[in-house]
């Protein structure tokens, strides 16, 4: 897909493009053939439901802003807190809160000089943008082929790596195949890993332990709509049905299946034929596996009881591997197979053995778990930002919302206090952002790290706990905000989702993407958004919608999985 940019200063009426003398107007850009509206007011191009916070971000030298139907009449108008510095991107800002705007219909806002994209407020927001994100997700099919339309366009992907996968690189392998098709496609890339699988694929189970209102009536163009599983759980289950692939007769897991290295940039799924093979076990997989596979047996169990009985076993299996094991189980990467995911394993055990005290009741399980969380502070407290290397966060959310008999009582309740104030740290943040320099909501005030837009999603999920334990509309006006932050209140005025919102990227780092002949990135995806390793004063200005962008714009299921969570908080 052909990308161009005519950067326009700010004095000229008009400038010219070098691509054929296309002409654009002083506060516009120039972007694949069109025009696009340099707006200043950043706020969720989406739009906000009536009952929540809203706020945008915008330069100038007057805080007075107005908000406007799509009849240019006028809806509120107030005075913006500010100005301060942003202490990320140093920018001089103002933040206006319009929360009390809650009447359906279609905005925008005036302010500084400038204005904002056309936004909704609307009771049923966030069910579209659930759907496209689902879209998101089924698009990573692997061992299959996978199509739908979105707007003008159909997206469609042929059968792929339906050889997988071979078991030379297992320690009792040979040159033979297991089957092991079925699962998501993990990022940019087409390999498929036990740890990060696992990860995105609870993080959706937990949405719907949590918030099924909000998700069991998905319609999804999965070739299992229709069927006896709800749509938003058919596509979970084609996750797990991969994940049930990677154990072997003894419990152990693989800890991945990919390529000795990554294939070129333009190579479809269906042109992606370089044999693919099992890595050798891991303890992380193996715990990861285990986790995971308890809690599906819990969900499944209303669905299908042989379902949720193969996931009851398997998970048993996997834990006695474990436990019989205790000592990591790691191996080389070098040469033979493509991503990261190692890490230590101990916060892998301690959310396989939540997982399995909760799905079974055995002391045996819940004693493992309290022996690591009082093994030292980190595995009893609740880090505010996590990914697959500490998978912490999963395991204290199951134990402090368990309904279970049997726990330690003083652990309980540093646990759940814990919670409680990471949240209200992050609410502090979000929302109390004139004294914290943060003019972007974002809980995550000054991180960023590879993959950082998928830890703001991930927010939502700490925030959720609390909510529960301890009620507090301003832990839904954090998560709110967070969403807000991902689709466009944020530095660049842009949504960072394919798909959705004002001017989202249009040239992700995903295959299919780059691959296809369709002049729109597959919809539904959530890009990684700014760091910067080498320069720490851009780590909050240095996204680039460029395919070749690796560390800023790629996509991942772990991005996509929390921001699915953290719509199903809000959607209902």
């Given at each position: 897909?052909?990308?161009?940019?005519?950067?326009?200063?700010?004095?000229?009426?008009?400038?010219?493009?070098?691509?054929?003398?296309?002409?654009?107007?002083?506060?516009?850009?120039?972007?694949?053939?069109?025009?696009?509206?340099?707006?200043?007011?950043?706020?969720?191009?989406?739009?906000?439901?009536?009952?929540?916070?809203?706020?945008?971000?915008?330069?100038?030298?007057?805080?007075?802003?107005?908000?406007?139907?799509?009849?240019?009449?006028?809806?509120?108008?107030?005075?913006?807190?500010?100005?301060?510095?942003?202490?990320?991107?140093?920018?001089?800002?103002?933040?206006?809160?319009?929360?009390?705007?809650?009447?359906?219909?279609?905005?925008?806002?005036?302010?500084?000089?400038?204005?904002?994209?056309?936004?909704?407020?609307?009771?049923?927001?966030?069910?579209?943008?659930?759907?496209?994100?689902?879209?998101?997700?089924?698009?990573?099919?692997?061992?299959?082929?996978?199509?739908?339309?979105?707007g003008a366009d159909t997206f469609s992907h042929d059968e792929c790596h339906m050889e997988d996968a071979h078991l030379d690189f297992f320690p009792e392998g040979s040159s033979a195949i297991k089957l092991?098709?079925?699962?998501?496609?993990?990022?940019?890339?087409?390999?498929?890993?036990?740890?990060?699988?696992?990860?995105?694929?609870?993080?959706?189970?937990?949405?719907?332990?949590?918030?099924?209102?909000?998700?069991?009536?998905?319609?999804?163009?999965?070739?299992?709509?229709?069927?006896?599983?709800?749509?938003?759980?058919?596509?979970?289950?084609?996750?797990?049905?991969?994940?049930?692939?990677?154990?072997?007769?003894?419990?152990?897991?693989?800890?991945?299946?990919?390529?000795?290295?990554?294939?070129?940039?333009?190579?479809t799924p269906s042109a992606s034929t370089t044999p693919r093979r099992f890595a050798p076990v891991s303890t992380v997989a193996v715990a990861d596996f285990a986790a995971t596979m308890a809690l599906a047996?819990?969900?499944?169990?209303?669905?299908?009881?042989?379902?949720?009985?193969?996931?009851?076993?398997?998970?048993?299996?996997?834990?006695?591997?474990?436990?019989?094991?205790?000592?990591?189980?790691?191996?080389?990467?070098?040469?033979?197979?493509?991503?990261?995911?190692?890490?230590?394993?101990?916060?892998?055990?301690?959310?396989?053995?939540?997982?399995?005290?909760?799905?079974?009741?055995?002391?045996?399980?819940?004693?493992?778990?309290?022996?690591?969380?009082?093994?030292?502070?980190?595995?009893?407290?609740?880090?505010?930002?996590?990914?697959?290397?500490?998978?912490?966060?999963?395991?204290?959310?199951?134990?402090?919302?368990?309904?279970?008999?049997?726990?330690?009582?003083?652990?309980?309740?540093?646990?759940?206090?814990?919670?409680?104030?990471?949240?209200?740290?992050?609410?502090?943040?979000?929302?109390?952002?004139?004294?914290?320099?943060?003019?972007?909501?974002?809980?995550?005030?000054?991180?960023?790290?590879?993959?950082?837009?998928?830890?703001?999603?991930?927010?939502?999920?700490?925030?959720?706990?609390?909510?529960?334990?301890?009620?507090?509309?301003?832990?839904?006006?954090?998560?709110?905000?967070?969403?807000?932050?991902?689709?466009?209140?944020?530095?660049?005025?842009?949504?960072?989702?394919?798909?959705?919102?004002?001017?989202?990227?249009?040239?992700?780092?995903?295959?299919?993407?780059?691959?296809?002949?369709?002049?729109?990135?597959?919809?539904?995806?959530?890009?990684?958004?700014?760091?910067?390793?080498?320069?720490?004063?851009?780590?909050?200005?240095?996204?680039?919608?460029?395919?070749?962008?690796?560390?800023?714009?790629?996509?991942?299921?772990?991005?996509?999985?929390?921001?699915?969570?953290?719509?199903?908080?809000i959607a209902r």
């Amino acid at each position: 897909m052909k990308r161009l940019l005519c950067l326009v200063a700010a004095s000229a009426l008009l400038a010219a493009c070098d691509d054929g003398g296309i002409r654009c107007n002083a506060d516009e850009s120039f972007e694949d053939g069109q025009c696009i509206k340099d707006f200043k007011v950043r706020l969720n191009s989406v739009g906000y439901l009536p009952g929540r916070a809203k706020w945008a971000t915008f330069p100038g030298s007057s805080g007075d802003f107005q908000v406007l139907g799509a009849d240019g009449s006028m809806a509120l108008s107030g005075t913006a807190r500010g100005p301060q510095i942003d202490a990320d991107t140093r920018e001089n800002l103002w933040e206006a809160d319009f929360s009390s705007l809650s009447t359906p219909g279609t905005f925008h806002i005036v302010a500084g000089g400038s204005r904002s994209p056309d936004f909704k407020v609307a009771a049923d927001l966030y069910d579209g943008v659930l759907n496209t994100l689902m879209l998101g997700m089924y698009g990573q099919r692997c061992g299959t082929n996978a199509t739908f339309s979105y707007g003008a366009d159909t997206f469609s992907h042929d059968e792929c790596h339906m050889e997988d996968a071979h078991l030379d690189f297992f320690p009792e392998g040979s040159s033979a195949i297991k089957l092991a098709t079925r699962g998501w496609h993990d990022a940019g890339d087409y390999g498929k890993y036990t740890n990060n699988g696992s990860f995105s694929v609870a993080m959706m189970l937990y949405a719907w332990q949590r918030h099924q209102p909000a998700l069991e009536g998905l319609s999804l163009p999965i070739p299992e709509h229709g069927g006896p599983l709800p749509d938003f759980l058919a596509e979970c289950k084609w996750q797990m049905d991969w994940l049930s692939s990677m154990q072997f007769d003894d419990g152990s897991v693989s800890d991945r299946i990919t390529t000795p290295s990554f294939d070129q940039l333009d190579v479809t799924p269906s042109a992606s034929t370089t044999p693919r093979r099992f890595a050798p076990v891991s303890t992380v997989a193996v715990a990861d596996f285990a986790a995971t596979m308890a809690l599906a047996a819990r969900v499944y169990q209303t669905y299908d009881a042989d379902i949720a009985q193969s996931y009851s076993d398997a998970a048993s299996k996997a834990y006695a591997f474990l436990i019989a094991n205790p000592t990591p189980i790691t191996f080389s990467l070098t040469g033979n197979f493509t991503g990261g995911y190692q890490s230590d394993d101990k916060d892998d055990r301690l959310w396989a053995a939540a997982e399995m005290w909760e799905l079974t009741g055995d002391a045996s399980a819940l004693s493992d778990f309290e022996q690591i969380a009082k093994s030292g502070s980190k595995f009893a407290t609740v880090n505010p930002s996590f990914d697959w290397a500490d998978l912490t966060t999963l395991g204290l959310t199951t134990y402090a919302l368990s309904q279970r008999d049997g726990r330690d009582a003083t652990l309980v309740t540093e646990i759940q206090q814990s919670f409680i104030s990471t949240a209200d740290t992050m609410a502090k943040n979000a929302i109390d952002v004139l004294t914290q320099g943060n003019d972007y909501g974002r809980a995550l005030f000054g991180t960023y790290f590879w993959g950082i837009n998928g830890a703001i999603a991930r927010t939502a999920i700490t925030l959720d706990v609390a909510n529960i334990l301890a009620p507090n509309p301003r832990y839904l006006d954090t998560t709110s905000l967070q969403l807000d932050h991902l689709l466009g209140r944020n530095y660049y005025g842009r949504s960072f989702v394919t798909g959705l919102g004002f001017f989202p990227p249009q040239s992700p780092h995903h295959r299919p993407s780059i691959s296809d002949n369709v002049n729109a990135p597959w919809p539904g995806l959530l890009v990684g958004g700014s760091h910067n390793e080498q320069d720490a004063t851009q780590k909050a200005t240095s996204w680039k919608d460029d395919s070749g962008e690796a560390p800023t714009n790629e996509i991942a299921i772990n991005w996509n999985a929390p921001m699915i969570y953290a719509a199903a908080v809000i959607a209902r």
